[in-house]
């Protein structure tokens, strides 16, 4: 029996400053805890379940290929992680050290109606129940592209707030 992998990479990193503002590309951002990302709009009013979006590379990749693209450039699904090695499926309900930040994973992040205006047709039909995910940060601190990323269960004493 094959096992999911439970470790990856940051491969890109995006702030949106504003709603339907363009995405900030990033090489590094700071995690605030219980906030998101600095420069992210999600810090005005942080919510308990969604301070940080996160998708898979492979899962843009597939996507494209759903809807006949070279690729989709990850500022177009506005998530704010994109990773790649890691099953982020396997990491719904539990927690992620991405780098030095713990973040605990709150749940699925559902495509929105704007995948057609951003993909063309069918853009929000290649992303249904693979939007990637929503998670809260429990310890801020630097991510950086080539960070790594893993799966954690349970969370390391150390590393609970």
Do not use: F, K, Y
Request: with cysteine; net charge positive; aromatic share 2%.
């Amino acid at each position: 029996m094959e096992r999911e992998p439970l470790s990856g990479e940051v491969i890109w990193i995006g702030v949106r400053p504003a709603r339907r503002a363009p995405v900030r590309v990033l090489e590094r951002v700071e995690a605030l805890a219980n906030r998101g990302l600095d420069g992210d709009r999600a810090t005005v009013r942080p919510s308990r379940v969604r301070q940080i979006t996160l998708i898979a590379r492979e899962t843009l990749d597939d996507a494209a290929r759903r809807l006949g693209l070279a690729a989709i450039d990850p500022s177009q699904v506005r998530r704010n992680l994109v990773t790649r090695g890691v099953d982020l499926e396997a990491a719904r309900h539990r927690h992620l050290l991405v780098g030095g930040v713990l973040l605990r994973v709150t749940g699925p992040c559902d495509p929105c109606a704007r995948m057609e205006e951003a993909l063309g047709e069918g853009g929000w039909e290649a992303l249904r129940d693979r939007g990637g995910l929503t998670a809260v940060v429990l310890t801020g601190g630097l991510i950086r592209l080539g960070d790594a990323v893993r799966i954690m269960d349970p969370v390391p004493v150390e590393a609970a707030p």
